[in-house]
């Protein structure tokens, strides 16, 4: 059994709260086990200069994690005056999983606004983001959609993302958590459809490696729990859920 | 009666929740009306050069808003790669303010880093920053004087901080949201101790002026409203509100 | 006696020496007792951004002193290659100053700069800074009224500041210098127009506290200053003292 | 056939000149194709300061576009005053492949600074860098190894990488050219060590998805490619091969 | 003899190659002795905003090193996140003396930009960058003269650079390798033109000076290594040298 | 006659007033014409990190405007949080030419600061710099000999500074003022120790170029007009011109 008691394919207590801000077009605070991501959705009747006159919308993310997210402090990367690689990255991820489950040209020039900040973290941050900012955007999206703004749900599928890797004791495990990914020699993000596509997939060996067939029993982890992911996606989107 | 039904000398509904998140010493989110702040206690084992070889403690803070804190979405510090004048004021005034009721040699040589996350804002985030960072750092200096790291609890007196203004149909107000800060003739932070002396008063006139009899009122008006916070901060305590 | 001799109630010798500098609309050397401060006031016939097609103007001030108008050298904030939080602090008040005792509409779409250098520092400098801008400033608009650029004086009352505070061996006492203001428990600095209505009034209690009385006492000594300030601000403008 | 009339299964043309620069211990000039990369290995006798006393070594990476490495020309980083999201990913991605090949513990407490400076790009770049990357390391840590300064040759596997992506008109391919790149809809980079274990897996649809048979394929086509990159590796080393 | 062999007015040797990288419209790589420069052209079809509507044109350049272009390695500029002064001063000189030789107004509105990044450093990388930079800019216009985008060759004179200094034990030698340099008491930069003229004379004494006498001879010494710099550029540039 | 009236070889009146501003170990207002600078001389028990345990004392400057120095206002670098290609030569400049008549290892291991601020410009401001710099420096250093702190004083030679250039109707003339120098086709800086040796020499066409002798011309003004400037020097040191 593994550290907090979970089998090997099983994973964290998720649960997704809707309208948890009140200022932006949708907002979700998404709780999976220890890990807690306010998510935030804006709309912005305008597209980046790179995008204008294309007919076009964008969505854009960033990710943020309060200094004592963490056990210890870490210093604000406003304080610093640059952000880190590792945020970098993961902002670039969040963007990049979202569009591809959106058909731009319906959104219009207007740019959506991910934030996602971490209030409490306890390790699968960046794929709780994904998970929650879907539905954030998804509420955001909707309400626009309510106000005559767009005419057709501009969202093709259901998108949601989980960790798995590979843990010295227990081998392939599902959504590991802060303990686990510390001492983690593989760690593989997996984002998907809710038609069983990838979306992205990054696996990284942590000073070590993964042979082949490592590979084909962490994906079969992930595609499982990201199926039962998409069961809580589609509750958190009540009515709205009849639109994807 | 004001925009949001209240009398001139009623404050918002406020509510102090204790242990908000998990991993620092001290966190809270407090609640005034629609504004909503996390405030962080971290205790460091160290203080910054300047103060080394003092046998004392130091206690800093640090302030951000969440870029949808706010009806339309502010730019992230992190993003612009500097922090604004408005955050750097409020940062050192929060700061100033705890350490005016801190013995900071029974700290000895410890850091107290204070993290106000505006989550949510409607008007006066600073002094809610200021209400709730104290609760916040007395729960953590109560938990390491509990882990004997400290002999005598260093916090000398309440303190409490609320904003009063005068606004054009209604004269002298106490505690304004943001509509009513928005279109303030004058605006003054008031910050106090349990004993009911002033730690701070910052009053500004939005060009505008105040007379001294304005002067006056806003003083009463702020006394009775702090009178307030500090039930409401010793319920907060519990125990706690013994060691005071 | 103070430290230089002085009353509790008595200013340092000030002068105000105008058309100091050649190029700016208005030039200003204020000295107050050993601080000097160059101020000047250059007019652009244009507003930022956020003020365009407004039809009113904007006053905005920058502040900054030489790496050794102090007793040890600072680093310059263009070596840092960042403004500190103290100097943000103070520019932001002096704007905000100016701004309460100019018609914004009368001076059109242009922007008064502002420019507090400090050259030499004993203590007061903001204040200073704040006396002398308005002369720079009064000086400016003269300029341009006699150029027929604007119809109308736009400067509706006098400014000017000064610090008071709570010393030791002294109590309450009127324009610190650098010695007093280190060891000083209370700092206030007062704003105030040629009507006797306050601008603005910063309080603090440096690690330390003020009650209600002294904080009367305070003010009354403040109000005098200033008076004396306003009689040297008038002599100053000469002529165009009868256009205020 | 393809753009460049390859096969969907065939690399570009690869050559690899070792002792390019003078200075570095390692110094490379890999070209794919017309994807030119200078990579120098340079050895500082430090560590960076998370790793003191831990008797371990630490591989780091840097990576870097001359400005008109491409089609037009893009701003220099230093102009820019920050490094972009690209350029920190792709010099994470570069250090941490290098690292799981080598056993940082044999190389004492030195860095091995990896800098890959690309000065004519058409795709691929950053699986160019990693290939290229692995001989200047190896050949630097032969250099120190010939001077005794360490007892074991440390590197412990092959290291190379090559990219696959799905393109519109052929479906999954090898070695993807600016062309290709630019309108591929799946994107992968794949790093492998000499023994067949993946190090990194990196799959993007951009702005689209793929299938788990799509994946399987693409994994195919990469082990294929980078078979032969490890024999023109070997080559490359000369008798320096005979030591892994 | 000198530390190279060479005699006190002898040039190390030197090699212009042109289009050495593919994208750039004027591409070399400059080899003088062991120092190694890549010198791009790219004509880009605007000004910058202090020259719109002028209906003339800019060359600007800019300048790097590798990081280990050098015997130890550099921190990257674009990591410390600013350019140091040595690199500002280098590059401003670069984009000054070649714009001497240019008639601007026959380029029309467009701007040359000049990279030279320096591959592998020995000395006198400044004045190698402004003779390669020379070879790549003239390509680049011959090109857009040969697309019939300008009408005339807009190149008035050759440029070329050379480095003199007063060396302890020769006196006063040409063409400074960098152990010369370190040493040298004097170093002098001399940019000339074809006719003869001087651009830019930069004559340091490094904690040092130097007399009316020593400074003919090394201009002397200077204007003879031009002389044969030119030559080789003539050689270089091929049919386009029939357009100067 | 010049647009001032002044002889070709005449320089524009200067005055050296000592003891400027009180905290600086060594002070100066230097005047040359309508260009006024404060120069500051600031001595420091240590040197920056390259130097230590070398027993050798440093000389660092640093230049700035005041905003308002020039015509039109200009932006400060403390805003634009980074300092210009100008300023950083021209401080790296009077670092340099002083450093050139300083015996580094009589101050021992200190730190001169040279804070140059110009708070008036009107041509010249680099070379008034040095000239006044020159001055402060010596206070300072006479400053700490008569305080015992070194031994012998450490000046070997008088340093001071002018400009020369050619200009369109007059030819070659001396200490060139704004309109001047804005118009002038030749500019060249001059640095020369008291011995009549020179310390740097700044020759620059502006868009333009010169000959041979135009050149020996305009050395000739030079070192005539700085003649005359030690003059000024030596009546500025008093008593402290016998160190000399």
Redesign the interface.
Known sequence: MRVDGREKNQLRPVTIETGF????EG?VLITVG?T?V?C?A?I?DRVPPFMRNSGKGWITA?Y?M??????T?NI????????S?R???I??LIG?AL??VVD?ESIGERTI?I?C?V??ADGGTRTASITGAFIAMATALGKIQDEKKIKKFPIKSYLAATSVGVVKEHGAVLDLNYIEDSSAEVD?NIIM?G??????????????????NQ?QEL?KLGQEGIGELFELQKEALGKLADRI
Request: hydrophobic residues 25%.
């Open positions: 801000v009140k200022h932006p907002s220890e807690k306010i935030n804006s912005e960033e943020s309060l200094p004592r997210a963490t056990e402090r604000r990367e406003s304080s610093k005056g640059k952000i690689g945020t970098m990255e902002q670039r990049r569009r591809a731009l606004w934030d900040d209030i409490q593989m459809t038609e069983g596509e990838f979306v992205e997939l990054q696996g990284t060996g942590e000073e070590s490696t993964f042979s082949y590979l994906l």
